[in-house]
């Protein structure tokens, strides 16, 4: 301090061959700004690419989705014709509502289809023609007359679906003969006779959010496998924030400092590097095939990722139970309050924040984990919407993962708006977390 | 250098000057407490006490008494065990596991250590304020209600207001926040912290109060009416307080006892302490000379 001052005041003894401390420190402050600034420059520039990489990966999801949200349906002259629906003898005893529900509307279809273009004849042409439709085209031809008997014996006009690979074609606009497109050129005529006559129309696929998987494109869709991600991670958060909160409780506030409390503590924290298809396997083993628990169920689901979720739960409530000031606790200690009342009225309360962002982290990893629900079965081919925890189910992931693995081009564009809706799902998730964190730390 | 490091320098000068170096001081032999640590009317004796962290002793053979509805004040050097003393008096050192009592701690000649004592009832007997203000992250009603509603001493809302005003009464903060007791009791200044939790003791109704340097956190006004406050207090309650401040173990306590490296080196009435020292420690310690 002296040596500084006498520096500063110039009058030091060896000023001749010692720079002063005041020109020392200037330019090593050079250096230290430099440095600064340096490392700004390329913090900036971390932040900066993976923002660019995020843009990028959403980018290319959403443009490549996009087509699944749109469908062409194409207008059909349809006459519901007694003899192609094969209704001809209906009575008292063989009501005509009974029979619309047995009738033969693919003939319908057919016939209906050639009379629009009555140039096409063979066999070979004819099945080409009929191809441009989607499968699902005879059942609409249904719904529409059971919605409305009054049509029988008339001729009116029906919207249908198109068949995927023309929808593909449509939508792409690809030089036909392309790989993996399956239209002749002849199909691309007919399909340009039915545009120049307005019957072709592209509408917003509803049936993507109410549908369940299909082995048609142009009818699968999102809901069943949203239904079992949303079911599953029920059983999860039911499961594993009760569970992981208590454990975290009793480790931080009641549990002994001994020997065994670290074997605990050790095994915890090496739960949370298992490999996740491990607990697939002991789902498996002992789930199903010990407990005798339903298969590809939710329930089963739930259990297996809630081991997955319950070390990052209990590490981070440990982590927010450790970080309320003890001076709380001595307060609330001292006005005589027991271990029990200052845990939940006092250090419980201040730790939720962070135990719930804890809890989302677990929950949003078990959201897009797929590994160990191959395991027990949720990989399953499954069309029907699960409707509770014991029904066949799959989820988003697994979802994903099944369609990525499809030939069928559509697929490509269900790929990715299934990737959407999981990240929608994920954010949604976020946002809830966020909202309840900023309440509670409101209180 | 600020000017009472300065002073200090001064200070171990003059010791220095007269044959003192500290080194000395603390070779002084500390075989027995000097003056009187019996009180005629005891609200709590303490024989023989005897408290480890670990392997280290941080009290040795400590035996005084604290004199009913009287405020008697600890004072000693950093590290010389006073808080740790107050805090075996309602068990708040049970909670570290490391700390080992030995002794005998009677509250109204009942042991307070006994088997079948649980340390919440004692707490509700012996409550306790400490150095840094710590209102919990609540209303300020809800500071004050939470012992009674812990304890089950209420019936009613009623009786529930009742307590909330009387006891921010006898703590003076009654009319600063009696337009807002719903705020939070975080948002208050230190001082009107600190006499938050001073009603959030009260509230309990304890019979005794432990003061852990109630005041070293707050500025001299505050502190003044803290001072004022602990005078009032011991009328009902009795009251022990640890201090840094000489001073203030001189205006608001009627026993002081000066403990030095775990030992209790001499208690008696704080004029007789403050005016007439008897250990050569003591006297060190309230002229100013170390500590």
New interface residues.
Partial sequence: MTKLNKNLNGDSNNTMDTISITEKVSLSLKKRHRKEKRFKFIGLFSVLFGFLLVVILIGDITSKALPAFTQHWVKLDVSYQASWLNMSDYSSQNPMTKQMKKANYRNVLKKSLYEMFPDVSGRKDKRRLSKLLSSNAEFTLKDNLIASPKLFEKKTQVWVRLDDDVDSYLKEEFPLGEAGLRITQQQAQWLAQLISSDSIESRFNFSFFTASDSREPELAGIKGALMGSLLTLFVTLLLSFPLGVAGALYLEEFAPRNRLTDFIEININNLAAVPSIVFGLLGLAVIINLFGLPRSAPLVGGIVLTLMTLPTIIIASRAAIKAVPPSIREAALGLGASKMQVTFSHVLPQAMPGIITGAIIGVAQALGETAPLLMIGMVAFIVDVPSSIVDSATVLPVQIFLWADSPERAFLAKTSAAILVLLTLLLIINLSATMLRSKFEKK | MTAITLAKQEQVNKTAKNDLSQTNLSEIELTQTVGNIYADDAKMSIRNANVYYGDKKAIDNISLDIAKNQVTALIGPSGCGKSTFLRCL?R?ND?I?ICNITGQFTLDDEDIYAKNLDP?????RV????Q?P????KSIYDNVA??AR??GLINNKAELDEIVETSLQKAGLFNEVKDRLNDPGTGLSGGQQQRL?IA??IA?SPEVILMDEPASALDPIATAIIEELIDELKDKYTIAIVTHSMQQAARVSQHTAYFHMGKLVEMGKTEDIFTRPSHKLTENYITGRFG
């Fill in positions: 309602n708040m909670t596991d919440v009832l004692l707490r509700a409550g306790m304020v400490f840094k710590n209102p919990f992250p939470y012992g812990i304890h939790c959030r003791t309990v």
